[in-house]
């Protein structure tokens, strides 16, 4: 009788176990596993994409001594949320047009907010003026090397991250999944990003 008991017990464990591999399967795997399909198959749901899709989608890497302004480390950048990066050596006039751009997506995203973040990638160390303009932005910028290792992996085709004035979607998984041209209206990011919110199992 106590053997029938442990078996049963046993066989179901099994079968809790096989039911969280296919939950986390579903949730974490697919969604990458179908980007790339609608790549390979030219299929386009309704409506435009304005953004370049990154294929394969690439993940990111990172060093145990990257930081953020705030001295925090790498450990939780990317997790949870969907994130707009955009990365620049110095932060001048363009960058700060971007940083507002960005905000303005970020803000009318009204329900969908706590899911996104924005993010600036910097080798710039005194950001003190950006902080006081954007409190609630995380600046990943140092130590410089770090920063410059990081960057490389954003790089489009022959354009230099740093250099591009381009604004980039990582999902929660820290994939870069997207890529937009300096020219992309902001109105069209925020249609893009509202439609992977709409659609995403990741977070």
């Known amino acids: 009788m106590q053997t029938e008991q442990t078996?049963?017990?046993?066989?179901?464990?099994?079968?809790?176990?096989?039911?969280?591999?296919?939950?986390?399967?579903?949730?974490?795997?697919?969604?990458?596993?179908?980007?790339?399909?609608?790549?390979?198959?030219?299929?386009?749901?309704?409506?435009?994409?304005?953004?370049?899709?990154?294929?394969?989608p690439r993940l990111i890497e990172t060093t145990a001594t990257l930081k953020n302004s705030d001295?925090?480390?790498?450990?939780?950048?990317?997790?949870?949320?969907?994130?707009?990066?955009?990365?620049?050596?110095?932060?001048?006039?363009?960058?700060?047009?971007?940083?507002?751009?960005?905000?303005q997506i970020h803000v009318s995203m009204y329900k969908d907010i706590p899911r996104t973040q924005r993010v600036l990638v910097t080798t710039v160390q005194d950001v003190a003026a950006i902080k006081k303009d954007f409190p609630d932005l995380n600046i990943i910028n140092q130590p410089t090397a770090d920063i410059n290792a990081l960057s490389k992996q954003f790089n489009v085709a022959d354009e230099v991250a740093m250099q591009s004035n381009r604004l980039y979607f990582v999902d929660p998984l820290g994939h870069i999944m997207m890529s937009y041209p300096s020219s992309t209206e902001a109105a069209d990011i925020r249609k893009d990003l509202a439609r992977l919110l709409r659609y995403s199992w990741a977070a």
Do not use: H
């Open 7 to 56: 078996s049963a017990t046993y066989q179901g464990n099994q079968r809790k176990g096989r039911a969280v591999f296919l939950m986390m399967l579903t949730f974490f795997v697919v969604p990458i596993i179908a980007v790339v399909l609608m790549f390979e198959y030219d299929f386009k749901p309704t409506g435009t994409s304005r953004g370049e899709l990154m294929v394969p």
């Open 71 to 103: 001295g925090q480390d790498n450990s939780r950048f990317w997790s949870e949320r969907w994130t707009m990066i955009y990365l620049t050596e110095v932060c001048e006039a363009d960058c700060m047009a971007k940083l507002r751009d960005m905000r």
